[in-house]
T-cell receptor
Framework: AQKITQTQPGMFVQEKEAVTLDCTYDTSDPSYGLFWYKQPSSGEMIFLIYQGSYDQQNATEGRYSLNFQKARKSANLVISASQLGDSAMYFCAMRVVYSGAGSYQLTFGKGTKLSVIP | ETGVTQTPRHLVMGMTNKKSLKCEQHLGHNAMYWYKQSAKKPLELMFVYNFKEQTENNSVPSRFSPECPNSSHLFLHLHTLQPEDSALYLC?????????FGPGTRLTVT
């Protein structure tokens, strides 16, 4: 069975500094995808970044980058130049089961609460 | 604004009430999902619809009844809920690698 582990319940970072949020995963499926989502206090889950298991390069999206270490089964999110608006819950998720064309199941971790300090 | 809307945003209902949650996506996606997010627990997948057909039901109690009349709309009908069903209910849609979420409905069962 697939599993996502986020070991940091809460993190603090100074504004303008970089921060790394940890995520490890467990699956025996050779084909999978890894996602990071941001959830502000409003509740909406905002897609940040995606990494496929066969992607050769680490994914980047603006200030977000995913440090993918396949052998260690880790997919850490790096946020550069933190901003006050980055304060939120961050969830790591993994897609394994492919239910059909365009649909799949996501398994989520418990999340990390990031607080950016001015 | 992700293109996935949910109504209502907040709902308080008694255990004997019947209510429905609505989700609409404007992205042309074929798959839609219901998730439940309880306090201090990971998101739990409830139902998956692909091209209006239900493809997954993650052992959800029958007091939750989904309906997908077309690829753009998804409903979750609620009846005789329990206080432990109080949670944030999130709808999502996908086509390809990204799954887009709506803002959620905060449900409180009294």
């Amino acid at each position: 069975a697939q599993k996502i582990t986020q070991t940091q319940p809460g993190m603090f970072v100074q504004e303008k500094e970089a921060v790394t949020l940890d995520c490890t995963y467990d699956t025996s499926d050779p084909s999978y995808g890894l996602f990071w989502y941001k959830q502000p206090s409003s509740g909406e889950m905002i897609f940040l970044i995606y990494q496929g298991s066969y992607d050769q390069q680490n994914a980047t999206e603006g200030r977000y980058s995913l440090n993918f270490q396949k052998a260690r089964k880790s997919a850490n999110l790096v946020i550069s130049a933190s901003q006050l608006g980055d304060s939120a819950m961050y969830f790591c998720a993994m897609r394994v089961v492919y239910s059909g064309a365009g649909s799949y199941q996501l398994t989520f971790g418990k999340g990390t609460k990031l607080s950016v300090i001015p | 604004e992700t293109g996935v809307t949910q109504t209502p945003r907040h709902l308080v209902m008694g255990m004997t009430n019947k209510k429905s949650l609505k989700c609409e996506q404007h992205l042309g996606h074929n798959a839609m999902y219901w998730y439940k997010q309880s306090a201090k627990k990971p998101l739990e997948l409830m139902f998956v619809y692909n091209f209006k057909e239900q493809t997954e039901n993650n052992s959800v109690p029958s007091r939750f009844s989904p309906e997908c009349p077309n690829s753009s709309h998804l409903f979750l009908h609620l009846h005789t809920l329990q206080p432990e069903d109080s949670a944030l209910y999130l709808c999502a849609s996908s086509q390809g690698d990204e799954q887009y979420f709506g803002p959620g409905t905060r449900l409180t069962v009294t």
